[in-house]
């Protein structure tokens, strides 16, 4: 009886499969896994179940996203997913553990104020293992290379929508990763003018 509270972003269901491979490329076999702003659950219920070596933690900001999260996990039937919890990033503590392989954060960035990059930079160098990586999927502006018509709508759409709403330039992302001792290690195109980025700690 999870049918009701089901929430469907037809974005995620077109993007779970190719940031899938791209994840079971990057992340090892099992870990742990914090994912922030899981929003409807799709991706946390598709990848756990997908990945059984990984423990999942979803969040998101919004405690009414929750029900819907366990809802996803529920259909899916992964039991690798951890009750989901309300996580702001821009909290100065988060209530998840520490020394963490992986964190996870799709679609955030760009619909949310510009502070939550710097907050999850330094959440991430708090709550990451020492080889831990964080991952960032959505949308960018990248300097050089010409920015997709339809991209340059959604951002137009975005900031029409909520002033500090936005596209980021990945080179703002980079500084604030650098601030947080992190550096861009890998940069994977992804369908729809998408970029997944893995962040690794200064070596
Ligand atoms: C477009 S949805 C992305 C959902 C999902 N990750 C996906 O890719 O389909 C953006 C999400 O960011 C979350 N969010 C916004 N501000 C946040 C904050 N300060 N801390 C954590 N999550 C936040 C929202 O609650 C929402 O679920």
């Not at 979803?58 to 009414?64: C, E, G, K, L, W």
């Not at 960035?109 to 708090?126: E, F, K, N, S, V």
């Not at 960032?136 to 709508?153: C, F, H, I, R, W």
């Amino acid at each position: 009886m999870t049918a009701n509270i089901l929430r469907l972003s037809p974005a995620a269901e077109r993007n779970k499969g190719p940031i899938l491979e791209v994840l079971r490329r990057v992340l090892p076999a099992h870990g742990r896994v914090l994912e922030i702003a899981a929003g409807t659950g799709q991706h946390a219920a598709w990848f756990a179940a997908a990945m059984p070596g990984w423990r999942w933690q979803p969040t998101d900001f919004q405690a009414d996203a929750l029900p819907a999260i366990r809802a996803w996990v529920a259909e899916t039937g992964a039991d690798n997913v951890l009750p989901p919890l309300q996580l702001d990033v821009l909290a100065p503590t988060w209530p998840v553990d520490s020394a963490l392989d992986a964190i996870y954060c799709a679609n955030m960035l760009h619909i949310a104020p510009w502070a939550t990059c710097g907050a999850l930079m330094q959440g991430a160098a708090r709550h990451l293992a020492p080889r831990g990586l964080l991952i960032t999927y959505g949308p960018y502006l990248e300097d050089g290379v010409p920015t997709s018509p339809g991209n340059l709508a959604f951002d137009d759409s975005l900031r029409r929508e909520n002033a500090a709403w936005g596209i980021r330039r990945r080179e703002d992302v980079e500084q604030e990763a650098r601030r947080a001792g992190f550096v861009l290690h890998e940069r994977h195109a992804m369908p729809a003018n998408n970029l997944l980025l893995v962040w690794a700690r200064e070596p």
